[in-house]
């Protein structure tokens, strides 16, 4: 059964096309920096959001027109994994992402649960193996269910824990079938609302104990995908342990799981963390854990997480930027953690709003790789800290220098070279240069 009869296969038609069911920028042969634009994006589809997502909100029920809502249970989750090879065939998109939760239905037990999944994970293996499309992360939604309230790998009670455990061993088997290249980790509980009831150093040790739990056992099914952790700094809990990347850095580091773990870096979430995407992503790349992306984008009149897709080009030119500097994802990806707006509720809106993303990071991509190629900021901060190659600098710089032959310097140097400006808004008018040129 087709569910998107209206669509067609959606193709590259240059910036000059007014087709709105057409790629603008997008094109993924063409080359960039050495690779082509597939290569370098490896866009996803996020199940939650495209396929499960009904488009209500705490003020009104849902609106989204899909083909499978007058389904229930197993048929519906049967009919999303229809849609879901037809959508990624006319989008041109290679991977998609999942939680346990998106496709299959809890059922009364977990049992059942494990059932209802492996009925299904049979069918996206089917379609898998038909279409080319992989798997490019999956996850156990340990969030939703009432018996989370308190938490997960953070729980204040041990049989939620063992729950929890379970789901996360099923989901590395679900990864292992389906050749997923990643597993991530999104501690939607996992924190406190207030520190009178919470021992906050047991909840961080056990979520430790966890991840440990989740590396050993991957070793033993033989799952080879890279672990990923998803900070976020608040909602639903008020203060979220994996605030940001720095946060998460600093306790993968405690509890020695930096080697096998990286960052998925979500653009909507480093808003609520009170910094920019392009900050996050810095942080994780200078310590070797850039790993993936959800990409999207918040409204910063709202306070929450909007999820909105992205469109806006200095975002993406400067996320882009990072990533090249990176050398790339590696098994990582860019995943559209994003959802249509309510009132884009006909299913022709999910495909235009994929279409917007993915021209947006495709010109983010080819600009960002011709400031690199051109060395625009590079240069200009070579010569901003070029005092550190050489003299008292280079002293500083291999471990040479000492407090007191500082101090020594400091005293004997009647003319300290002077400062020089930083030129912020030149940058700026740069960058909007490369932007607006390309």
């Known amino acids: 059964m087709a569910y998107f009869e209206t669509v067609g296969k959606i193709s590259y038609e240059g910036s000059r096309s007014t087709n ?49 809502n007058h389904l229930t249970g197993m048929d519906k989750a049967k009919a999303r994994v229809e849609a879901t090879f037809e959508f990624l065939d006319k989008m041109n998109l290679p991977y998609y992402c999942f939680h346990d939760l998106d496709i299959a239905p809890e059922g009364e037990s977990l049992r059942e649960f494990h059932s209802n999944i492996d009925t299904i994970v049979d069918l996206l293996g089917q379609g898998m193996k038909t279409s080319g499309k992989k798997l490019l992360w999956n996850t156990a939604n340990m969030f939703t269910n009432p018996r989370y309230v308190h938490g997960a790998g953070s729980a204040c009670n041990a049989d939620v824990f063992a729950h929890a455990a379970a789901q996360v061993k099923k989901g590395l088997e679900v990864g292992k079938l389906l050749g997923s290249e990643n597993y991530v980790f999104w501690g939607g509980r996992e924190g406190y609302e207030t520190l009178l009831n919470t021992d906050m150093g047991l909840e961080l040790d056990n979520i430790a104990r966890l991840f440990t739990m989740a590396v050993d056992y991957a070793k033993e099914i033989g799952f080879e995908g890279q672990f990923l952790i998803e900070p976020k700094p608040k909602e639903p809990t008020k203060h979220q342990y994996d605030f940001d990347a720095a946060t998460t850095i600093a306790f993968l580091q405690k509890y020695n799981l930096d080697k ?27 310590n070797g854990m850039l790993g993936s992306l959800d990409a999207n984008q918040g409204d910063p009149l709202l306070g929450w997480d909007t999820d909105e897709f992205p469109v806006n080009l200095y975002d993406s030119t400067l996320t882009l930027y990072e990533v090249l500097k990176n050398g790339g994802l590696g098994k990582g990806g860019i995943n559209f953690d994003a959802k249509v707006r309510r009132p884009s509720f006909e299913p022709d809106d999910l495909f235009l709003a994929h279409i917007a993303g993915m021209d947006t990071y495709a010109k983010g991509l080819k600009v960002a790789a011709k400031l690199i190629e051109d060395r625009v900021f590079e240069n200009f901060i070579d010569k901003r800290y070029s005092s550190f190659t050489e003299g008292v600098g280079a002293d500083i710089v291999s471990g040479k220098a000492t407090l007191a032959s500082l101090s020594e310097y400091a005293l004997n140097n009647e003319n300290p070279r002077a400062n020089q400006s930083g030129r912020q808004e030149y940058l700026k008018a740069t960058l909007n240069q490369y932007i607006l040129a390309e």
């Open 20 to 68: 709105p069911f057409a790629f603008k920028f997008y094109n993924p042969e063409e080359i960039v920096a050495g690779k082509s634009m597939e290569e370098h994006l490896r866009f996803a589809m996020a199940y939650w959001h495209t396929l499960t997502a009904g488009g209500s909100d705490p003020f009104g029920a849902e609106t989204a027109i899909r083909g499978w």
């Open 260 to 286: 096998h773990f990286k960052l998925n870096l979500e653009a909507n979430h480093a808003t609520l963390a009170g910094h920019t995407f392009e900050h996050e992503l810095r942080v994780a790349r200078i």
